[in-house]
């Protein structure tokens, strides 16, 4: 069965970090572009970062730039997200998805593969 399951949500204080982890199962992350998008209430799902499956290139959203870091290690079939110096705006339902196009990962259009999401909450 195929599968992507994150981890690593919770509740943290501003300025505060947490690591996000996108673990496959049922298929090989190797040959996939990986992204992570976020839906905060009452809004629309955006991109925040993606990670290509052949030279390791990246994508960051202008919000989170210089904060989060995107890295993956195939050995362990899973892909992170660093998320450092959180901010009240960066609560939101993180997602993890697959796609075989690092352009579709790009768009955030036509991903093969979502998992259900992990909640991220930055309040003191």
């Known amino acids: 069965q195929v599968q992507l399951v994150e981890s690593g949500g919770g509740l943290v204080q501003p300025g505060g970090s947490l690591r996000l982890s996108c673990a496959a199962s049922?298929?090989?992350?190797?040959?996939?572009?990986i992204g992570w998008f976020r839906q905060a209430p009452g809004k629309e799902r955006e991109g925040v970062s993606c990670i290509s499956s052949s030279d390791g290139s990246t994508y960051y959203a202008d919000s989170v730039k210089g904060r989060f870091t995107i890295s993956r290690d195939n050995a362990k079939n899973t892909v992170y997200l660093q998320m450092n110096s959180l901010k009240p705006e960066d609560t939101a339902v993180y997602y993890c998805?697959?796609?075989?196009?690092?352009?579709?990962?790009?768009?955030?259009?036509?991903?093969?593969?979502w998992g259900k999401g992990t909640l991220v909450t930055v309040s003191s």
């Open positions: 049922g298929f090989t992350l190797d040959y996939y572009a």
């Open positions: 998805a697959a796609a075989d196009s690092y352009v579709r990962c790009l768009t955030g259009g036509g991903m093969d593969y």
